[in-house]
Nanobody, 123 residues
């Protein structure tokens, strides 16, 4: 059974940092493109960052220069380092896996999704 489990969310003040992690079970991420998406209350899910199997990355304009996506195939994990957080970054953050090269900036290629981790940034 494939499972993606996010962790590392929480409450942080504006300007602070968080490191989100995604652990994969039953799925060797070395063969998958991985991504982070987020959904704020009342809004649609949106792309945040993505990384291909070879390490190529892509970021949403709103997080470029502040967030860094990385992967550790040996540990079967993916991370998102989020710095200089802003109140508008408040959302549930989801990790996702796509059985292809990537990186992918839309949700459609991703077959597997985690349950999400809440990030709240106070002003």
């Amino acid at each position: 059974q494939v499972q993606l489990v996010e962790s590392g969310g929480g409450l942080v003040q504006a300007g602070g940092s968080l490191r989100l992690s995604c652990a994969a079970f039953g799925l060797p991420i070395s063969g998958y493109a991985m991504g982070w998406f987020r959904q704020a209350p009342g809004k649609e899910r949106e792309f945040v960052a993505a990384i291909s199997g070879s390490g190529a990355t892509s970021y949403a304009e709103s997080v470029k220069g502040r967030f860094t996506i990385s992967r550790d195939n040996a540990k079967n994990t993916m991370s998102l380092q989020a710095n200089n957080l802003k109140p508008e970054d408040t959302a549930v953050y989801y990790c996702a896996a796509a059985p292809a090269r990537g990186p992918f900036t839309t949700a459609r290629p991703y077959d597997y999704w985690g349950q999400g981790t809440q990030v709240t940034v106070s002003s």
